[in-house]
């Protein structure tokens, strides 16, 4: 009877053992695969917060630029309201010299005629000379528009000619004035409107707006998966 209790234990405590190292054994696989998985998962988590963080600093830099640029001269504009124009006289003054490139360190003189335009803005009712933007007022004060200098000086009175027949033709016209009236010049068109600053604000927000999604989701998986590791050792 001995032996045979003793058989029996013995053969009761092997398949305890067996039991035991099945169950270890998938419970090793259990934690390497866990292993491969977060060491899988971290260098993609690196990847993917370093490609939020250069989206981020791209948009800063783009928000940089269009700020020294483009919204410094939006704002620095006093051609802020639109109205409607009506064209009162429009006649080619003079000839006005300008100076093209022909090489290196070669220039050479050339001309265009000056057009200028008069126009009467419908809610003020004062008459104003109308230039073609920013550009052009800065860089002639008397002419509606200033071509590009070329050679052929015949190319540009044609040019001037047809804007000129043009303006003629649409009497009533879309036009920038100053509302407080200190200048007395007129806008065609502005070289930065809403649309335009709206458009080139778009696509640096979006940029930013998506580097921080994409951190903030980085985030969030990691910290899920630290909450099933905790979950799983409290079952345990």
């Known amino acids: 009877m001995f032996f045979v209790g003793g058989a029996k234990s013995t053969a009761g405590s092997g398949r305890g053992n067996e039991r035991r190292s099945i169950y270890q054994k998938f ?12 060491t899988a998962l971290k260098p993609g988590e690196d990847r ?7 989206m981020i600093l791209s948009s800063v830099m783009m928000y940089f630029v269009l700020g020294v640029t483009m919204l410094r001269s939006y704002a ?15 006649t080619v003054t003079a000839d006005m010299n300008c100076s093209y490139n022909c090489g290196s360190d070669c220039w050479r003189v050339s001309k265009y005629p000056c057009l200028q335009v008069y126009v009467s803005v419908n809610s003020t009712g004062r008459v104003s000379r109308l230039s073609h933007n920013e550009e052009t007022q800065d860089a002639s004060s008397e ?16 040019m001037i000619v047809n804007i000129s027949e043009h303006l003629k033709a649409n009497q009533q016209i879309s036009c920038y004035y100053d509302p407080s009236e200190q200048q007395e010049t007129v806008l065609l068109t ?3 409107d809403h649309a335009v600053v709206f458009h080139s604000l778009l696509w640096p927000s979006c940029m930013l707006v998506g580097g921080i999604l994409i951190i903030m989701m980085v985030k969030l998986t990691q910290y899920l998966s630290r909450l099933c590791d905790e979950i799983r050792k409290i079952k345990r």
């Open 143 to 158: 002419c509606f528009y200033v071509p590009r200098c070329q050679k052929d000086s015949g190319a540009m009175h044609a």
């Open 48 to 54: 993917a917060i370093l490609l939020g963080l250069g």
């Open 27 to 38: 419970r090793d696989v259990d934690i390497l695969d866990k292993k491969k998985t977060v």
């Open 76 to 90: 620095e504009s006093v051609w802020t309201e639109e109205g409607v124009c009506v064209v009162v006289n429009s």
């Open 190 to 192: 502005r070289l930065y």
